[in-house]
Structure formats: C-alpha cells, structure tokens
C-alpha cells in the first residue's frame, strides 16, 4: 500500500485503498468492502457521500459519471496531503466536455476540410488510405478532426496517395502552415523554356494539320501555323475579342458552331471531356464557371451526360469532329497528350491538342483548303 494510505485496521485508509484500487484495478480490489460500518472518523467514498449529501446528488446521474465523481472528491477528503495530486485527476475526470468543445472564435479546421474533401473525391475510406499510404488509420482521424498537424513529408505522402494535383497540394502544404512545394511560374517562365521549346517543336512537326497548346481551362496558349488557317476559312479570326479559348469557340453561335455537323453528339461529347481530361479528374471553380457559360448557349442539350451512342457496333473507333465546308463534311479526331511526370504546376496543366484527319477524302480536301488559303494571303 502506497506510503500515507494507513493500515488496514483504520477503516479510512482501508477504503480509499479500496477507492486506489478502483481507479487503478492492478493496485487493490474493485468495489466497495462487503461490510461496512459508518462512523465519525471514516472518510471513505460511501460516508462522505452520505454526510455530504452526494448521495442525492449522484441519483439519476449516469454510472460512470456518478463513480467519477464518486471517487474523485473523497480522496481530497480522507488524505489532504493527496490532494494537489488527485486536484488533476479531478479535472481530468469531471470537465471533458468542456476541453472537447470547439471554440467559436477558433480557426476552422482546413487542412482538415480539405484532406476529407480529396478522401471523398477518391471514393476511399480512412482505412483505404491508411493502407495505400503506409499511415495509421488513428493518425488520418486525428488529422481530419484538427487533433493533430502531420509533418510535411507524411501530408504530401496522403498528397501523392490521393492524386493531388500540384496546385492543391500547395494548399494543403499552406493549410498545415507549410511553405509551397511546387513552383506556379506561368507557362512561359524560364525555368519552363525546355518543356515548351519541345512543345514547339511537337506543334512544328504536325502541320499542315492544326495543332493547340492549352492550359488545364481550354485557354489557347500556343497554335501552329496550320490552325489559325484552318479556323480562318470558316470564321474572321480577327474578329474575335477576348482570351482565345477553344471550348467558347466550339460553342459560341459566332464561331463555329454554325458549321459542326451532328452538333448534339459533339457537344456531348466536348462537355463530357471537360469532366474527363480536368486536371486531377475534379472541376475547379473557373472550370465550373465556364461550363455553366458553355451550358447557357441556345440548343446545347440538357441531358449531355446521359449516353447517347447507338445501339450497334460503332464503325468508328472515335467520335469525330465533323465540320461541314460547301455541303462536304470534313471529320477529324483528336489526339491530346500531357507531360509526364510533372513537378511544375504549369507544366502539369498544359494539355497539347493535334487534330488528325478520320479518312482520306478529309485529308485531301484539308491540304486543298489550306493551300487555297496560303495563296488568297
């Protein structure tokens, strides 16, 4: 028995070595003694509570509610010199509530938010991932719930697990109160120069087919000298103001929409690579804004995500983009390619589009229109 616990004829001490034992089952016996006296000098848990009237106070409350406030306040009262120590378990035992109540004045838990919101995305589970990535199940809870800060090395493993674009996992890195990881120079900074002299080159090499540069919102950011001439035999290039943008141009009643055959099909289909080729397959605010401006042109069907191909056997491995010139329906596919391995946030976002003919009577009438154009400049 713990030095200052009494011995066993002094029935106070006796109990409270009862009451040790109940809170530390290891060092006495649980539960009150079989038989028990009451009297003046006893300050054992059921006397003092008595005299006290806890008694009363206990009545309805729930049992381990009532034992911890059973225990607590009697070992001040058999043995003071015990007190300052039993003062903490008092507070540990009567008050966690209050310690697990937010604060309304606290910051919200972003990192958090945000590591649930990519989780969802994903479709795994906290166990999922804690398998995928070799981390405690307990440890993406307590991160999820703002109980606890990962290091910098183990957020950007969940980062890479999830599939993360690089953008968001700066977001992640700042919302956990780290520096960003991954530079978001523009396209054209110089530490890009060797990405898009290749780019260049990609672009150069695929005349006299048209070839387009974009970023991760459709936005042009470099062409080949084949597609500025094969857009301007059907539209006034000059004409149009604003940010090139190849999905407004599509869509847009003043661009080339007037001359898309079997427009429903292509729209659907152009709608459906927005979700489909997004950066990290999930749509960003400006990605979300363009599709709702997209979605506001007349005549763009409403039901573009339902499927809508035939029945039978496809007698094209693609959906072509057909346009029609002169009453003759010119069909060209789409090949889209991306860096690999990006550890650039511009260069994971650029996205090179090279149109390809579907049959030969579209390449011979393509090489004829531009070289009728080549020669009215």
């Known amino acids: 028995m713990a030095k200052g616990a009494g011995s066993a004829s002094d029935p106070g001490s006796l109990h409270v070595a009862n009451q040790f034992g109940d809170m530390f089952p290891v060092f006495g016996r649980k539960g009150p003694p079989k038989s028990h006296t009451q009297s003046s000098h006893c300050f054992c848990a059921k006397c003092a509570r008595v005299k006290a009237g806890h008694m009363r106070h206990t009545q309805g409350m729930p049992f381990p509610a009532a034992r911890r406030d059973y225990m607590a306040c009697n070992w001040r009262a058999a043995h003071g010199r015990l007190s300052s120590r039993y003062d903490r378990v008092r507070t540990d035992l009567e008050e966690p509530m209050s310690l697990m109540r937010p604060d309304p004045h606290a910051p919200q838990n972003e990192l958090g938010t945000l590591l649930r919101y990519w989780r969802d995305a994903r479709g795994v589970s906290q166990l999922d991932l804690s398998l995928d990535a070799g981390i405690s199940q307990r440890q993406i809870s307590f991160i999820e719930s703002g109980r606890s800060v990962p290091g910098r090395d183990t957020l950007l493993t969940l980062a890479q697990t999830l599939d993360v674009p690089l953008r968001e996992r700066n977001a992640l890195l700042l919302a956990a ?201």
């Open 177 to 377: 109160g780290y520096a960003p990881v991954y530079s978001e120079a523009p396209w054209n900074a110089q530490e890009m120069q060797h990405v898009v002299r290749a780019l260049e080159r990609v672009i150069r090499q695929h005349d006299p087919f048209p070839a387009i540069v974009m970023d991760r919102h459709w936005n042009v950011l470099m062409t080949n000298d084949a597609a500025p001439r094969f857009f301007g035999h059907f539209i006034d290039n000059a004409a149009r103001t604003g940010p090139r943008n190849l999905l407004r141009l599509m869509f847009d009643p003043q661009g080339m929409r007037p001359f898309l055959a079997d427009w429903e099909n292509v729209s659907r289909s152009l709608l459906q690579r927005v979700y489909r080729e997004a950066v990290g397959r999930v749509i960003d605010d400006e990605t979300r804004a363009l599709l709702d401006e997209l979605l506001a042109y007349p005549g763009v069907p409403g039901d573009w995500k339902a499927h809508h191909g035939s029945a039978g056997t496809p007698t094209m491995p693609v959906i072509p983009l057909s346009f029609i010139d002169d009453g003759t329906v010119l069909r060209y596919f789409s090949m889209v390619t991306s860096v690999g391995t990006p550890q650039n946030i511009a260069a994971q976002e650029l996205r090179l589009e090279c149109m390809f003919p579907a049959d030969d009577a579209t390449e011979a009438r393509h090489r004829e229109l531009l070289a009728a154009h080549a020669k009215e400049r």
